[in-house]
């Protein structure tokens, strides 16, 4: 069978036949058959923007890989800095690479005394921290004007160890000043997620218990990269216009925000504390199934029709964070609207399965975060994807600046209505 495919326009008859490599073949035919015809793909549904050689995902297998490695072995075997290098560079770190990669980063952990005296202490007391780090992100850029030479790859790393040393310190910061607490500074003698833990519940003497240290750093391991989702294509639609990579995360963060990405682990606490116990389970999926209620929030997912790898990490890293902190009484409802839905023809003939998201909440609440966090706990550790995206569509030949076409709907040409007339 030739691995080609063949585009006829039976408006003239004329035929374009190309490649189809990996599953994929150029759009550049349909430009070719007549570059006044466009392909409609509303939320790039069918859509290959990029070629990329980050994450692999196969969606039917439930697949998830960062650089060719499982997830699994990563969470097992890995912490969140030895993956944010091999998300970056490609490869694993050697020791002295780890070694050095850890030493930088850790030495840009502090953010500019302004940052927090003047701009964060500026927002409204009740301000939400996903929103507060949305523009934290964007602010932190102005203290860097080498951040815009993004064609000097010297410039472009220090970017990068900004980035992934300040998330911590910034989610940490807005999360202190919602509290009304004062501000921690980073402890450059703990690890990444120790420093963090450290940074958020400081008061008095405090020490990271090495069980949630663990926990906490394999969440990040799970969260750093999942190809081109929502945030990840901002990032990459706003880098393609070379700005600076601040202004890029910053908008990436914001994708992130909303309910139906990153914002999902938030609406299913909510949901689970809405639902209140397990004898509602029955009623709330009826509501879901019937379209009256909200969707089953932390179940479907654009790509894993199967399941999602990192949910089943997700699930056992629970009980490991709640052999510690006690078991979160909203898991018992998670446990039942899981086993109901997935025994139900509607979720099952939609291949709707639990998400990342489904019990991530639940252990980010037994944490002791409270649930306008739980996003910026995804931030924190997705800034990796982000950049090392960043980084490869930068030193990709074949891209331009984003902008797709439209198939315009509106009224045809109209002479202007003065207002006497209207
Ligand atoms: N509850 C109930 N029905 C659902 C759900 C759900 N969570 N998700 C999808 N459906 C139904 C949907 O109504 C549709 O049914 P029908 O064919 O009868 O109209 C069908 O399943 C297909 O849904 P879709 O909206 O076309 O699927 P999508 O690929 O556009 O949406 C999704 C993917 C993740 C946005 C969606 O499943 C959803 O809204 N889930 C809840 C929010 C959530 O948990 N998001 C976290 C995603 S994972 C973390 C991340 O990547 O950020």
Redesign the pocket.
């Known amino acids: 069978m030739p691995d080609t495919i063949t585009i006829i326009d039976d408006r003239t008859g004329k035929q374009v036949t190309v490649p189809i490599t990996d599953n994929v073949f150029p759009a550049s035919a349909v430009r070719e058959l007549d570059p006044s015809l466009f392909i409609y793909d509303p ?1 790039f ?1 069918q859509t290959a923007a990029c070629q990329s050689a980050i994450t692999y995902l196969d969606g039917e297998a439930g697949i998830l890989r960062y650089r060719g490695y499982p997830i699994e072995q990563l969470a097992e075997q890995s912490t969140y800095l030895e993956v944010a290098y091999l998300l970056l560079n490609g490869e694993l770190p050697n020791a002295t690479q780890l070694d050095q990669w850890k030493q930088d980063v850790t030495k840009h952990t502090f953010i500019h005394e302004n940052m927090r005296k003047r701009f964060v202490d500026g927002f409204h007391y009740d301000a939400h921290p996903m929103g507060m780090l949305v523009s934290s992100i964007a602010a932190l850029g102005t203290f860097y004007n080498d951040a815009k030479h993004i064609d000097d790859r010297g410039s472009r790393d220090k970017q990068i160890l900004r980035l992934i040393a300040k998330m911590p310190t910034l989610a940490a910061m807005c999360y202190r000043f919602s509290a009304g607490l004062p501000f921690v500074y980073p402890d450059n003698n703990l690890s990444f997620p120790a420093n963090f833990l450290n940074m958020m519940w400081k008061i008095g003497s405090y020490e990271v218990d090495p069980r949630l240290e663990r926990a906490m750093d394999v969440l990040f391991i799970l969260h750093a990269d ?1 190809e081109q ?3 990840t294509t901002a990032m990459r639609v706003v880098g393609s216009s070379q700005a600076d990579p601040y202004s890029a995360a910053a908008s990436a963060a914001s994708a ?1 925000y909303g ?7 938030e ?2 606490v909510r949901m689970l504390t809405e639902i209140g116990s397990m004898d509602e389970v029955p009623a709330f999926l009826n509501d ?2 019937s ?1 009256k209620g ?11 029709k199967n399941f ?1 790898p990192r949910a089943t990490i997700i699930k056992k890293t629970a009980e490991d964070v709640f052999e510690v902190t006690g078991r979160n009484p909203l898991l018992d409802i998670a446990l039942k609207l899981e086993e109901v839905a997935l025994s139900d023809d ?2 099952i003939s ?3 399965y639990p ?4 019990y991530s909440g639940l252990i980010y609440q037994a944490l002791g975060f409270p649930v306008a966090m739980f996003t910026v706990l ?1 931030a924190i550790p997705r800034t990796a994807g982000w950049l090392a995206h960043w980084q490869e569509l930068l030193a990709d030949k074949d891209q331009k600046i984003s902008r797709p076409r439209q198939w315009y709907t509106g009224t045809g040409v109209r002479d202007y209505v003065p207002m006497t007339s209207r």
Request: net charge positive.
């Open positions: 939320a549904m999942h989702n929502c945030g992130l309910p139906l990405h990153g914002g999902a682990n609406a299913v879901v199934k379209g909200h969707r089953l929030m932390g179940f479907g997912h654009r790509v894993y999602d509607y979720f939609r291949k709707l998400n990342v998201d489904f995804f």
